[in-house]
């Protein structure tokens, strides 16, 4: 089953902050997040493994909740390049399957 | 580089023809997987393969079934071509670190439209 992301879409002005939400019904080994831009494939943000661990890179950060099967993706002071479309995909086994959420529109206007 | 290709960016097949998508990775990388993204539903694992030869249905297997005859080519094959299968198809490929913890990398995707 695919995890649920939250919310579907989102509108910011350039400076401002965004959490995209994804949970899952099963237990997870870990969480991936990409970004899709419009006409483009999806590109690697960051991985984090169970531990309950947090990453970041530059202003985007997440965590994961391993006992609560969530993570949380964070935008902070976001800009125009920051749009796109999130997905986060769980790994709920030690095979490397990996299934994506739904995705969130992410937009970000001047 | 880090490369996946798939053969083709726009495809236009007709109802009831057997359709072959192809991808190709040369990274060595063990697992290669097939997604279907349609808006407001994401990407859709139809099919993962983890060796040579080796697959796993994911979550949208029906209509489709899969090739991987040797490492580096994962084919997705639509026995007969529905119109319900008109879509963008990616293909991924990862390497085996354990735990679905490896980077998945992905094509540029295929848009085929069935008619």
Known sequence: ?110 | DVKVTQSSRYLVKRTGEKVFLECVQDMDHENMFWYRQDPGLGLRLIYFSYDVKMKEKGDIPEGYSVSREKKERFSLILESASTNQTSMYLCASSRTGGAGNTEAFFGQGTRLTVV
């Open chain 1, 1 to 110: 089953q695919q995890p649920v992301q939250s919310p579907q879409a989102v509108i910011l002005r350039e400076g401002e902050d965004a959490v995209i939400n994804c949970s899952s019904s099963k237990a997870l080994y870990s969480v991936h997040w990409y970004r899709q831009k419009h006409g483009e494939a999806p590109v690697f943000l960051m991985i984090l493994l169970k531990g309950g661990e947090q990453k970041g890179h530059d202003k985007i950060s997440a965590s994961f909740n391993e006992k609560k099967q969530q993570s949380s993706l964070y935008l902070t002071a976001s800009q125009l390049s920051y749009s796109g479309t999130y997905f986060c995909g769980t790994g709920s086994s030690n095979t490397g399957k990996l299934i994506f959420g739904q995705g969130t529109t992410l937009q970000v206007k001047p």
